[in-house]
């Protein structure tokens, strides 16, 4: 079905491209709105990156891969956004990250709260990293792909963004406060 | 690893949860741009036409005269090529441990730990395994020791890693360095002495030089982020780096080089960048003349660049019908060829082996790495010591192969959750 919509969608066919955007923009704003925490700048990275998909669309070759097309659009359109917000935004400094011993109950706390503030600490890369690997369940090499960045990298940027989240919640932890926003990257 | 695991399925719960409000609203008016923005042509990512004659006219009767000129062409062709001939053969041989070399073993990293692979049979043995996350392991120039990336705490990884040095049959194992923030980036000296890396502070890229003893750890501020580290070949005067601009106040990207001991910054780079992705994956040749990089821009299709060290000159290696583009350059031990990924119009890539000169697009080798959710992707990718072949790393199928540099089929090396993949040079 799906596939007949792509392929209809590179012959120019926009009601079927309506479909294929409709069926995947609820999706697609998640994903944004994860990586960016700013509802406006998210559906700009979606409209940019649907708009892109619509013009560059005769151009895939194999449309089974449109889903995976299309994520890797919006990543790059996320990025693209975070980078023109931060020409507009002071970042605030940062405190060191560094835990040397790491508790027993760090890990498996899961407030819903402490995962917010460890996840809005990470820059947009790093948050992009995490939401194509868990919440759009890419594996790692298509992240990589997705990314444009080697497959080490991949590794090395969630094993570092997870690191991070974890090394928040332990620091969330022991002061007993919340954490100053801003990026860490 | 309990813990770790429930921190990341509470992750990915929380991650649905969070998002689970968003209702867009903005449908409407992506439609109604895309209704007004028109399709590029199937045929525009094509970045070059080749004419090809379908007709073949019918060969002329040659009179005596053509004959003579055609015989008089031979002469001067046989000549020219007995001059390349005799060029080529008294070129100087790059002195070791670079130029081809003998194959020695293959190391590997799985599963946290560091195995030694039978390139013939695909048998792995372990080399190092202990209860931490080993892997990267990477054979020195002269193939006597090798490295390794081994977390310096079982649980956080905020704690970063350690560089572990060990002889090539995985004895004397030590690590040279505490637990470094953001460590992912490793280059041997080309005589084996020192080691230089990539640690990360605040995201920022910094070189630091080691010692393989573990003594004289220090950094090299060259005021910028930086990434892609090399020593330049073939006795390490310099390392070259790609000068990263992060933030609006760093300058812009580029390709340097600075003395091991931190003097002598120096641009390679002789073009203004594209943008901040621009002057990526930064090879150096083994005779350290030539540097290779990925160009980039907002809507330039990636292109494989050289710049030669002598002359500043830069060049564009020449890209194949139906490449969308080309990125990710490494060279032969003779330094003569080039390995690089040739991308296409579904995001899937193949390995391509080119010469250096530009005279051709090169030759495609092993499968296509299609990307999708059970495709396969090319990953790590390097030439063997003898030049003969490209180990290449297809991760999503979890298989090494090694495929010739003449395009004939490749075998599969080894199987298995792999990942990057080092030979051992051993002396010609």
Redo the contacts between chains.
């Keep these: 079905m799906q596939r007949d919509l792509v392929e209809r969608a590179r012959r120019g066919d926009h009601d079927a491209f309506a479909e294929l955007a409709g069926a995947a923009i609820s999706r697609l704003d998640s994903a944004a709105w994860l990586i960016l925490r700013d509802p406006e700048q998210a559906a700009d990275a979606v409209q940019n990156a649907l708009v892109r998909a619509w013009r560059d669309l005769p151009t895939l070759r194999d449309p089974a891969k449109f889903d995976a097309w299309l994520h890797r659009l919006l990543v790059r359109s996320c990025i693209d956004e975070a980078r023109r917000l931060r020409r507009h935004r002071i970042d605030l400094e940062l405190t060191a990250l560094d835990v040397p011993v790491l508790a027993d109950h760090v890990s498996t706390i899961a407030d819903r709260d402490q995962l917010e503030r460890g996840f809005v600490r990470l820059d947009p890369e790093m948050r992009a990293v995490i939401v194509l690997h868990h919440y759009l369940d890419l594996a790692l090499p298509e992240v990589a792909v997705t990314l444009g960045i080697p497959i080490g990298t991949a590794k090395s940027r969630l094993h570092r963004a997870l690191g991070l989240m974890r090394a928040a919640l332990e620091a969330d932890a022991r002061t007993g406060t919340g954490i100053a926003e801003g990026p860490v990257s | 690893m309990t813990?770790?695991h429930?921190?990341?399925r509470?992750?990915?719960?929380?991650?649905?949860?969070?998002?689970?409000h968003?209702?867009?609203d903005?449908?409407e008016?992506?439609?109604v741009?895309?209704?007004a923005?028109?399709?590029?042509?199937?045929w525009?990512?094509l970045r070059r036409w080749l004419p090809v004659d379908v007709a073949t006219p019918r060969a002329p009767r040659l009179s005596a005269g053509a004959w003579r000129a055609i015989v008089a062409i031979a002469v001067v062709a046989l000549l020219i090529a007995a001059l390349i001939a005799l060029a080529v053969g008294s070129r100087p041989k790059l002195p070791a441990p670079f130029g081809p070399a003998r194959n020695g073993v293959l190391l590997t990293s799985a599963d946290g730990d560091i195995f030694r692979v039978n390139p013939t049979t695909g048998d792995r043995t372990p080399l190092i395994a202990s209860s931490l996350n080993e892997f990267?392991p990477t054979f020195s120039r002269d193939g006597t020791k090798f490295l390794f990336l081994q977390a310096a705490?079982p649980?956080?990884?905020?704690?970063g890693l350690r560089l572990v040095v060990a002889n090539a049959d995985g004895s004397d194992v030590r690590a040279i360095t505490p637990g470094v923030?953001?460590l992912?980036w490793v280059d041997w000296s080309p005589d084996g002495t020192r080691i230089a890396f990539l640690s990360?502070e605040?995201?920022?890229g910094r070189i630091n030089i080691v010692n393989v003893d573990g003594t004289g750890l220090h950094p090299l501020d060259v005021g910028r982020p930086v990434n892609q580290l090399s020593w330049l070949p073939p006795d390490g005067p310099e390392i070259v780096f790609r000068g990263e601009q992060?933030?609006?106040h760093d300058p812009p990207v580029g390709i340097f080089a600075v003395r091991p001991d931190g003097s002598g910054l120096r641009p390679i780079s002789t073009r203004q960048p594209h943008d901040?992705n621009d002057f990526n994956d930064v090879a150096v040749s083994p005779d350290g003349r030539l540097v290779a990089y990925r160009a980039a821009g907002p809507d330039e299709p990636f292109s494989v660049h050289l710049i030669d060290l002598q002359t500043g000159k830069d060049r564009v290696l020449p890209s194949a019908p139906g490449s969308?583009g080309e990125g990710?350059p490494g060279f032969s031990p003779d330094g003569r060829s080039i390995v690089y990924l040739r991308w296409?119009?579904?995001?899937?890539?193949q390995l391509v082996v080119a010469p250096v000169d530009g005279s051709n697009v090169g030759i495609a080798i092993g499968p296509h790495g299609?990307?999708?959710?059970d495709g396969?992707?090319i990953?790590?990718y390097i030439f063997t010591p003898d030049g003969t072949a490209v180990l290449a790393?297809y991760?999503?199928e979890k298989v090494d192969r090694l495929l010739p540099v003449d395009g004939s089929p490749g075998v599969v090396v080894a199987r298995g959750q792999l990942?990057?993949g080092s030979f051992q040079r051993l002396a010609p």
């Design positions: 813990a770790i429930d921190f990341e509470n992750l990915g719960a929380w991650l649905r949860e969070d998002s689970e968003r209702v867009p903005h449908l008016a992506v439609l741009r895309t209704i923005t028109r399709q590029r042509p199937w525009s990512s990267g705490d649980i956080l990884s905020s704690a923030d953001g992912d990360r605040l995201g920022r992060q933030i609006d901040r969308t990710g296409f119009d579904d995001a899937s890539t299609p990307f999708g959710p396969p992707s990953n790590n790393n991760d999503a990942a990057f």
